[in-house]
């Protein structure tokens, strides 16, 4: 537990402030804040612009998925531009963070760097060099003099946090605060720290996989749809710019397989679903889920029992979202439920030559549900030759309109014309 090493002689009492005259908004100027472009541009997408002076940035993600070689790519690209950066790491020395700035190249090299965990001495820095954007990596690691408790622990990453956004905030000074998250998906450390900061981004994927994916889920200076999309190479991150076209390329007609038009933020985006259904010799089937949320696995194998007529009950269930990337939305449901409905049955789905395309809600009761942009997910469908899209009602263009659950499976999985026998 911790707590300040100070004394008190008793309950302390707050200082009368003084009366401050309250302004209409009207009168507040409504020019656009400035935006400092980092030149990556699927992360200044997805900042809404770039980094806002004065702001607090917090950049979550699990180990060794490429939190630092993204701030030190962005801090290389705003030191190229002339802005003033530092880079302050409580985890790595200096040395180490030259061997990475080595292998990224460019401006890199020249990216001033601080090996310090003491609070401090970072915000004496700070205030000193008066950098325009900063780089603290990690704000679990550091600690605070004169309170108790381990770095990482509740009340020093409050007050860290606390401490470094004053700092920056007078200073006009962009922070970038690197954070872990937990085997749950969650940021490590306390909520108050979400609430403190004005953006929480989330860097997602796997290690085992090349592809990263950049998510805001709170970002008080621009939309939090928006998602970027990067591929790890020996260089470093590299933008994916036709993310549909690397997703689905191998994509092909086979049991299980259905390609989903889905949205990342204003983006449209084909991701291949692949599914596998096998008798289960355990007393509780598994239902395993790579790239969606289980719950809405869950959801969805419930709706396919009650209103697809497919047994799942003693059976195995497997899915996998291609490439490593991660869906959330509920535009995926009808892709999972053919998938799996597919896979249960042997079934290629469709009778096309290529692999059949989807999107759209499922309700408890087996309806198919509107989902947002269905025009842009169409014209990226079609923009790889995937037609007929199976879409809810009322998705217009050149859509199979689908109303309920069982008119989906009719379409695709009855007419499909490929039955493979069980191995």
């Known amino acids: 537990m911790e707590e300040r090493r100070e004394s008190s002689t008793g309950p302390t ?7 401050a005259s309250p302004i209409p908004l009207s009168q507040v100027s409504a020019s656009a804040e400035k935006r400092l472009a980092t030149g990556i541009g699927e992360l200044d997408r997805v900042l809404g612009g770039g980094l806002v002076p004065g702001s607090a940035v917090l950049l ?59 609070l401090g001495t970072i915000v004496a820095t700070i205030q000193q060099e008066r950098p325009s954007v900063c780089v603290i990596d990690s704000v679990q690691t550091l600690h ?31 922070v970038v ?32 996989r090349t592809y990263r994916t950049l998510r805001a889920m709170k970002n008080r200076f621009g939309s939090t ?32 397989s259905v390609v989903l038009c889905a949205m990342e933020g204003s983006r449209p985006l084909l991701v ?13 089937p598994r239902r395993i889920a790579n790239g969606i949320d289980r719950n809405r696995l869950a959801l969805v194998l419930a709706v396919l029992t009650r209103h697809g007529g ?5 059976a195995d269930v497997f899915l996998n979202v291609v490439g490593g990337v991660r869906v959330d939305e509920p535009g995926a449901d009808l892709a999972v439920a053919i998938a799996v409905a597919a896979a249960a049955k042997g079934v290629i789905p469709g009778n096309g030559t290529t692999p059949v395309a989807c999107f759209g809600e499922l309700g408890l009761t ?7 942009h269905p025009d842009r997910r169409l014209a990226e469908a079609s923009k790889f030759g995937l037609q007929p899209v199976l879409a809810p009602p009322g998705a217009g263009g050149d859509a199979r309109e689908v109303a309920s659950l069982r008119d989906a499976l009719a379409a695709v999985i009855a007419s499909g014309e490929d039955r493979l026998q069980a191995v």
């Open 366 to 372: 087996g309806e198919v549900r509107s989902v947002g």
């Open 310 to 314: 497919i047994a799942l009950g003693a």
């Open 177 to 208: 605060l690197v954070g872990h998250i937990t085997k749950e998906g969650d940021l490590a450390g306390p909520r108050v720290l979400e609430h403190l900061v004005d953006c929480v981004l989330l860097f997602e994927g796997e290690r085992e």
């Open 60 to 118: 979550g993600g699990a180990p060794g998925i490429g939190k630092s070689t993204l701030t030190s790519m962005a801090l290389a690209n705003l030191s190229d531009a002339g802005e003033k950066v530092l880079y302050v790491s409580a985890e790595e020395s200096a040395q180490q963070i030259r061997l990475r700035a080595q292998r990224l190249g460019g401006g890199a090299l020249d990216v001033p760097v601080l090996a310090e965990t003491d």
């Open 144 to 174: 605070a003099d004169g309170l108790n408790g381990a770095p990482g622990s509740v009340g020093q990453v409050r007050e860290v946090a606390g401490a470094l956004m004053r700092a920056a905030k007078s200073q006009s000074t962009a």
């Open 13 to 19: 009492k707050s200082k009368p402030g003084r009366a």
């Open 272 to 284: 291949e679903f692949q599914a596998l259904v096998s008798p289960s010799e355990l007393t509780q």
């Open 225 to 256: 749809a928006e998602a970027g999309v990067f591929e790890m190479s020996e260089g470093g991150l590299v933008e994916v710019l036709d993310a549909s076209a690397r997703f689905v390329a191998e994509a092909k007609r086979a049991p299980g």
